[in-house]
Nanobody
């Protein structure tokens, strides 16, 4: 029903910036919440930031003031602007969609959809 394709990861020096994007495609008429999660080696996947279809955002304390999440509903795309990057931000970053509307009339499907992940490495 829905596929997610991420782009924008890479290697950056401490203090640098990266912008990631994630485009959703498939058979749906609307998306509820979009977000980013990350998983560092040896650690559990954790929330980075989410944004609802109404624009309400939520951030992990560790990224507040440094990362900004946004979305373009017309393009079904979510962005993550990451500034002042630190070595501890190094992780695989995964795009997430929680809940879509599909069908006629639209029906809500509350499941989670995940991208394949992009690697962000912060190192000098």
């Amino acid at each position: 029903q829905l596929q997610l394709v991420e782009s924008g990861g890479g290697l950056v020096q401490p203090g640098g910036s990266l912008r990631q994007s994630c485009a959703a495609s498939g058979t749906f008429s609307g998306i509820n919440t979009m977000g980013w999660y990350r998983q560092a080696p040896g650690k559990q996947r954790e929330l980075v930031a989410t944004i609802t279809n109404g624009g309400i955002t939520n951030y992990a304390d560790s990224v507040k003031g440094r990362f900004t999440i946004s979305r373009d509903n017309a393009k079904n795309t979510v962005y993550l602007q990451m500034n002042s990057l630190k070595p501890e931000d190094t992780a695989a970053y995964y795009c997430n969609v929680r809940g879509i509307w599909s069908g006629t009339p639209p029906r809500y499907y509350g499941g989670d959809y995940w991208g394949k992940g992009t690697l962000v490495t912060v190192s000098s």
